[in-house]
Nanobody
Framework: QVQLVESGGGLVQAGDSLRLSCAASGRTFGRYTMAWFRQAPGKEREFVAA???????YYTDSVKGRFTISRDNAKSTMYLQMTSLEPGDTAMYYC????????????????????WGQGTQVTVSS
């Protein structure tokens, strides 16, 4: 079992930047796809970005060109660099670990991921 802890959220203004971190402990996440999801009040949790263990990246359309996902397998840490933030990015952000290793599919459903962090709040004011 792996434990995930997010950090880096906060209250910012539109146009600002933030970097989120997800630190993993316990079982290594080296061969697993890792992802960021977010959930705004009253809305369903939605996929934001994913990174495969060899470094390939996948983003939802609304954050392409603004968000960059990365990972440091040696440190068991994943990051989400967010720039040009918009009020619509306001949500609780969660990191998640893939259920199975070496899965390169682009289907980012919630049940694909078996470990979740507690979340870090990002609030963007206009």
């Amino acid at each position: 079992q792996v434990q995930l802890v997010e950090s880096g959220g906060g209250l910012v203004q539109a146009g600002d930047s933030l970097r989120l971190s997800c630190a993993a402990s316990g079982r290594t996440f080296g061969r697993y796809t890792m992802a960021w999801f977010r959930q705004a009040p009253g809305k369903e949790r939605e996929f934001v970005a994913a990174i495969y263990w060899r470094g390939g990246k996948y983003y939802t359309d609304s954050v392409k060109g603004r968000f960059t996902i990365s990972r440091d397998n040696a440190k068991s840490t994943m990051y989400l660099q967010m720039t040009s933030l918009e009020p619509g990015d306001t949500a609780m952000y969660y990191c998640a670990k893939d259920r199975f290793p070496d899965d390169y599919s682009t289907a980012m459903t919630l049940d694909r991921f078996d470990s979740w962090g507690q979340g870090t709040q990002v609030t963007v004011s206009s």
